[in-house]
């Protein structure tokens, strides 16, 4: 079977849209095949910051045969019905259809369509312009003449110009060449904008820059090759890895390694070559992490350490060459050693900067005092200096320095819930934003908090003080780490839980994949500190607590209403998404959190408790015979409930006659009284265990008493028993969404 090998060679693609872009041209191009009546075998997709490649086994050398019988309407429909019919299908005249018997329908008329077979370079012609047309590029351009205003253009019959082409950066060339493992391939050559598809590659722009020859994938990577173009990204990868390691090593020195630098540099060159640069030690003395992001950031190069380990960085650096020089790499060297020394003098300016006094103190006494800020202290002054420039935090709830506020009274109520000094939380949350006035933070905010934490610890605050300022803004994922100590956990969930209220508030919510103020992400970081540090917070308090009137709120309603008609039902439902997800994740089954997790459950960390305590009891033989025991009956009054049957408000001694229903009655009275003592004091096992009590009686019940009696009273007195099982089991959990 012939193999086809499609190749897109432009100007140089972006280095973080390579991989997507490779993969979308995968899809859109084996969908388009399969979708036309073809098959293939495997396909992978390759890429280089100037080429997208595709490499298809095994495809069909055309489509098959199609018969397709199409239904028409009945022979004595009205002619132009008949004369629809026979357009749609391509006859010619109804004698060309078949009449088929219908014994309710009657009779009506069927075309049998034959559709031929097309070979695979016809159909490969006709979808590959239309693919590179409508390429889904994140961003793109036009160039040439296409590009040109559309009076400046040549107007075609219709007066219009031309439609151009858009591309990530100017498309070059394609080779599109088709046909069998060993035999001779074929040109496909299709066009568009002037490009028409052959036979005919490039390889390294300055190495070989020559037009180069291929018949099919495994000669054009070794083509490749020799023109020093390493096709496989993957590949480039682990070259670079390696020989950086190696490099380091060589030199006394460990590379810090960095995935997502890794996969960038690998878009940046099609032929690496690894070499090592320098700079002053005295450069050391800036925070390791402001060296490494200067590096990455501006140079994309690698830092390194000494092999001793520690946090500290050596003053050589790896970087990543496309070229080979002549000279060993001595000029590269030398030209990215300058820049990243001009870099680093610039961070080393940064970081002397933020710790000297601002030029205008005396401008910031209104937000010294609004905050209790010491004025012989950087930090300090750079939080009255962001309250003071009034610094946007969203155009409808206010200031960066209207937001710390907030923050801080919300922190000073959640201080004794979380169990954290309430004068080290406040010193914290009114210095957690200080750092974003920090020349350090403008210049690299992912460094938000990091910075904060070295500058408070630089002006003598308590090391617990500093820790919160860095981890006020963690987790910032499933799996990043939570705050240190309770000092951070509580500044933590305020931040957190002020921006949900301010956004729920201004209904500002995530839709569907749309989250741009990450408020998912938000949420889940109060889950994961509830849950993990075990903090025990009723979210419909919380929100009540986070509720500030003048915050743009509904104008008319009071506290209570906006708690009632937005967050309590809105917010909390949001929040139990991301339980489900977080417990899910854990290993729960999700009928085991259905059946525990109400519309008003508040308190996430004794839902997870019932979760964890239902898992570990419903495999137990206690917890078949809870379930078993109890779901008939829930099932059966559902039942009855949904017909409409009349059900007492509560049970009857009286109008109990026999003697199981006796038994039954006792025996719930008695595991009710258990379970809810048992729920009281937090033990679910033990209330689960009290009501798997119920199993023997039920089973008798069930055996020895019909429930839907003819006498009413009776009947309805019986799905009251059968009401009083429902509600006793409630209390644990809801047994009628737990499978099996």
């Known amino acids: 079977m012939p193999d086809l090998l499609l190749e897109l060679r432009s100007e140089e693609i972006p280095a973080r849209m390579q991989r997507k872009a490779a993969g979308d041209l995968k899809k859109l191009v084996t969908d388009a095949l399969v979708e036309a009546g073809l098959t293939y075998e495997g396909a992978r997709e390759y890429w280089t910051p100037r080429r997208l490649t595709l490499d298809i086994r095994g495809l069909t050398a055309r489509s098959a045969d199609q018969r397709e019988e199409r239904k028409g309407p009945r022979t004595d429909a009205p002619e132009g019905a008949i004369a629809g019919f026979l357009r749609g299908a391509g006859l010619s005249s109804i004698s060309e259809a078949q009449v088929v018997n219908d014994p309710k329908k009657g009779d009506f008329y069927v075309a049998l369509i034959s559709k031929p077979g097309r070979p695979a370079e016809e159909i490969i012609a006709e979808v590959m312009p239309g693919i590179i047309r409508n390429f889904p590029w994140p961003k793109s351009m036009r160039w040439g003449a296409a590009s040109m205003p559309k009076g400046a253009r040549f107007a075609g019959i219709d007066g219009k110009g031309p439609e151009s082409l858009r591309w990530v950066r100017p498309l070059q060339s394609i080779v599109c060449v088709f046909g069998p493992e060993h035999d001779e391939t074929q040109v496909i050559p299709f066009e568009i904008d002037g490009l028409t598809a052959s036979n005919i590659t490039y390889g390294h722009r300055f190495h070989a820059p020559d037009a180069v020859t291929v018949r099919r994938f495994d000669d054009y990577v070794t083509s490749l090759e020799k023109a020093k173009v390493m096709l496989d990204a993957d590949r480039r990868k682990d070259v670079i890895l390696h020989d950086a390691r190696d490099l380091a090593f060589a030199n006394g020195l460990e590379l810090v390694e960095d995935e997502g630098l890794l996969e960038e540099v690998s878009g940046l060159v099609e032929w690496p070559h690894v070499l090592m640069g320098e700079f002053e030690e005295d450069y050391l003395e800036i925070p390791s992490e402001i060296i490494r992001l200067t590096i990455k950031t501006n140079q994309k190069c690698f830092v390194t350490r000494p092999q001793t380990g520690g946090e500290g960085l050596s003053n050589r650096f790896i970087l990543i060459s496309n070229i080979e020089a002549k000279d060993g790499g001595k000029e590269i060297m030398h030209g990215n050693g300058k820049v990243v020394r001009a870099r680093l003098s610039d961070a080393k300016h940064f970081w002397t900067r933020d710790q000297g006094d601002m030029p205008d103190l005396d401008t910031l006494e209104e937000s010294f005092k609004k905050f209790d800020l010491h004025k012989e202290k950087p930090l300090d002054q750079r939080m ?357």
């Open 384 to 740: 009255a200096k962001l309250d003071a420039l009034n610094v946007t935090f969203h155009a409808k709830l206010g200031t960066q320095g209207e937001r710390v506020t907030r923050i801080r009274a919300l922190a000073q109520e959640l201080a004794p819930i979380v169990g954290a000094d309430t004068k080290l939380v406040d010193r914290a949350a009114v210095l957690a934003k200080a750092d974003l006035r920090t020349e350090a933070v403008g210049e690299f905010p992912e460094l938000q908090g990091l910075m904060g934490r070295k500058y408070a610890v630089l002006q003598g605050e308590d090391a617990t003080v500093a820790a919160a300022i860095e981890d006020h803004w963690k987790p910032n994922g499933p799996s990043d780490r939570l705050p240190e100590d309770k000092v951070g956990l509580t500044v933590a969930l305020a931040d957190k839980l002020d921006t949900l209220v301010g956004f729920w508030a201004i209904d500002e919510k995530p839709t569907g994949s749309k989250d741009p103020y990450a408020l998912r992400r938000a949420a889940l970081g109060v889950v994961r500190i509830l849950l993990e540090r075990k903090v025990r917070l009723a979210l419909s308090e919380a929100f009540r607590m986070a509720y500030v009137p003048n915050l743009y709120f509904h104008p008319g309603r009071t506290e209570e209403e906006i708690a009632d008609r937005i967050y309590k039902p809105d917010l909390l439902s949001f929040f139990h998404d991301r339980l489900k997800v977080y417990l899910r994740d854990q290993g729960a089954r999700h009928d085991l959190i259905d059946a525990v997790l109400t519309p008003s459950s508040d308190d996430l960390l004794m839902v997870a408790r019932r979760v964890e305590a239902l898992t570990a009891f419903i495999t137990s033989e206690d917890g078949k015979n809870l379930l078993a025991g109890t779901k008939r009956a829930v099932q059966l009054l559902a039942a009855e409930e949904k017909k409409g049957t009349v059900v007492a408000d509560g049970v009857s001694e009286e109008l109990l006659r026999l003697d199981a229903e006796k038994a039954l009655w006792a025996a719930v009275v008695v595991a009710s009284k258990e379970a809810a003592e048992a729920v009281a004091r937090e033990d679910f096992r033990s209330a689960m265990e009290a009501l798997s009590k119920l199993r023997a009686p039920v089973d008798k019940f069930f055996e020895d008493v019909l429930v839907n009696d003819e006498d009413a009273a009776i009947r309805a007195n019986r799905l009251a028993l059968l009401k009083a099982i429902r509600e006793a089991t409630a209390t644990v959990a809801d047994f009628s969404k737990i499978s099996g």
